[in-house]
Structures are given as C-alpha cells and as structure tokens.
C-alpha cells in the first residue's frame, strides 16, 4: 500500500493568517489515465469527514476559495489563505490512485 | 442535498454481528457507487468496503473479507452492512459514503467518496 505522511501533524493558527499542510506519498499519485487521485478532507470537531479537494487542486462544491490545492508526483500541499474560527479540525490527504485507498495521519489545526 | 444517515450501531460481544444501515436521499441513489469507511477511537480513516450503483459488484478492504457483507436496496435507497466475526478492532465510528466519479479512476470508483454521513458508532467488547 502507498503510505502517506503529513506535516506538521498540529498547527497552531492566528485567525487571518495563511496556513499550509505538506502531504507526501511512498509512491507517486500519477494514475496511469495522467490524472492524480489526491484529495484533502476537513474533519471537524465531532463531524464527519468533508470533501475539500480531489485531483489535487480541485474544489469540491461549496467549498470556500480560501482553500487551495497544489503539487505533483509525491509532493502535495493544502494551503488556506486566511484562517477563519470555522477552519479548526483535522485534515487528511487521501490517494485513491492505487489499490488500497490510503489516508495520512491527519493533521490538526486549531488557534493560537 | 445529499444527505446520509447511518443507524445500527452499538455493543457487541467479540464473535457477534451487527447490522448497519444507510438512508440515502437527495440523489438518485442508483446512479452511485457507495463505500462504508471507519474511524477506530483516536484514529485515522480507514477504508473498509464498496459497492456498485447497480449492487452486481462488491469490494471489501483485506482486514474485513469474508466476515462483512455489503448490500443495497436501490428501491428504498438504503445501504446495509452485514458485520460477522466481530473483533475488539473493529471497534470503530463507521461512515457512509457516496462517491462520485473523477475523484476516484474508473477502476477503484468506489474510492471517490464525496459526501459522508454523520456515522455510527460500533463497539466490540466483552
């Protein structure tokens, strides 16, 4: 299975500012059908899981643009632009490329 | 709007069973595949099985093969989740998915999930 790290694994935030998540797969995300399967999710306090990006940088309906995807290969960041109070949970990178849907450790954001 | 809500949850001995099911509405629930995902206490995600829009096709992660069963019933847009043998590691919040296409390839479509319930949760203990 492609394992997925992700750092930092807590981040601590002033409302307003930028945040970044890093992601990184064993193996690289290119699909053979030239599309790369990374998703981030946001996972609330106490919520399920919800969809904010798939193919690396494309976001899912209603989702704010203050939420941006990027990267390539192995290598994939989820950035926010200004932290809203609304931002604080837990994000996960996904890759569905290969068989054995995969899931980083998840990475919590929450306010200084 | 989508929405899903899983019930059947609860306490189980190890070696019992336990069914879970998945109301579906604001779709056309036929016309997607759907996958069941769980989330031991403190843990991560973890996928654990899928099925096409038609039911012809299941999939089961390794850890659950030959002791969970997954079924749906597109008349009355429900997902099931026959669970047997359980084991104190199952013990987790399990999740229903919808999956849309794009976000998986074609091959794996059951991993696209889009849209989540809010889970229930399923405690195997002696």
């Known amino acids: 299975d492609i394992v997925m790290t992700q750092t930092p694994l807590s981040s601590p935030v002033t409302l307003g500012q930028p945040a970044s998540i890093s992601c990184r797969s064993s193996?690289?995300?290119?699909?053979?059908?030239?599309?790369?399967?990374l998703s981030w999710l946001q996972q609330r306090p106490g919520q399920p899981p919800r969809l904010l990006i798939y193919?690396?940088?494309n976001r899912f309906s209603g989702v704010p643009d203050r939420f941006s995807g990027s990267g390539a290969g192995t290598d994939f960041t989820l950035k926010i632009s200004r932290v809203e109070a609304e931002d604080v949970g837990v994000y996960y990178c996904?890759?569905?490329?290969?068989?054995?849907?995969?899931f980083g450790p998840g990475t919590k954001v929450d306010i200084k | 709007e989508v929405q899903l809500s899983e019930s059947g949850g609860g306490l189980v001995q190890p070696g019992g069973s336990l069914r879970l099911s998945c109301a579906a509405s604001?779709?056309?629930?036929?016309?997607?595949?759907m996958s069941w995902v769980r989330q031991a206490p403190g843990k991560g995600l973890e996928w654990v099985s899928g099925?096409?829009?038609?039911?012809?096709?299941?999939f089961y992660a390794d850890s659950v093969k030959g002791r969970f069963t997954i079924s749906r019933d597109n008349s009355k847009s429900t997902l099931d989740l026959q669970m047997n043998s359980l084991r104190v590691e199952d013990t987790a919040v399990y999740y229903c998915?919808?999956?849309?296409?794009?976000?998986?390839?074609?091959?794996?479509?059951?991993?696209?999930?889009?849209?989540w319930g809010q889970g229930t949760t399923v405690t195997v203990s002696s």
């Open positions: 604001g779709f056309i629930f036929s016309n997607y595949a």
């Open positions: 193996q690289s995300l290119v699909h053979s059908d030239g599309n790369t399967y």
């Open positions: 996904m890759q569905a490329t290969q068989f054995g849907v995969t």
């Open positions: 998915a919808k999956t849309s296409p794009g976000i998986a390839p074609i091959t794996y479509y059951y991993y696209g999930m889009d849209v």
């Open positions: 099925i096409s829009g038609s039911g012809a096709s299941t």
């Open positions: 193919k690396i940088s």
